[in-house]
Nanobody, 127 residues
Framework: QLQVVESGGGLVQPGGSLRLTCAAS????????ITWFRQAPGKEREGVSC????????YYADSVKGRFTVSRDNTKNTVFLQMNSLKPEDTAIYYC????????????????????WGQGIQVTVSS
């Protein structure tokens, strides 16, 4: 019903920048939020940033505040994650997840509530 595709990953030097793109297509169902998750080798998957559909409110993990910015285009079908001042600790597979079903008692970073996921894209921060 809904396809989610990430793009824009790759290799970048520490201190550099990268912009990820999440494109959602193939569904007429409105979404409540789109969230970027990431999973580094040997670590748990964690929420990175979220943007809501209705008002564009954003959320960030403490580890990326001030460095990452989530945004969307004017169609609301595409969400971006601008990553600045990248650190080696940011190296991970980044996933775009879409929440379309209402959930109560949940937080933006609760991965269980997301209905559609992209395949993930590698971001490597290394010199």
């Amino acid at each position: 019903q809904l396809q989610v595709v990430e793009s824009g990953g790759g290799l970048v030097q520490p201190g550099g920048s990268l912009r990820l793109t999440c494109a959602a297509s193939g569904s007429t169902v409105d979404y409540y939020a789109i969230t970027w998750f990431r999973q580094a080798p040997g670590k748990e998957r964690e929420g990175v940033s979220c943007i809501t559909n209705s008002d564009g409110f954003t959320y960030y993990a403490d580890s990326v505040k001030g460095r990452f910015t989530v945004s969307r285009d004017n169609t609301k079908n595409t969400v971006f994650l601008q990553m600045n001042s990248l650190k080696p600790e940011d190296t991970a597979i980044y996933y775009c997840a879409v929440d379309v079903v209402p959930n109560s008692g949940s937080s933006w970073s609760d991965e269980w509530m997301y209905d559609y996921w992209g395949q993930g894209i590698q971001v490597t921060v290394s010199s």
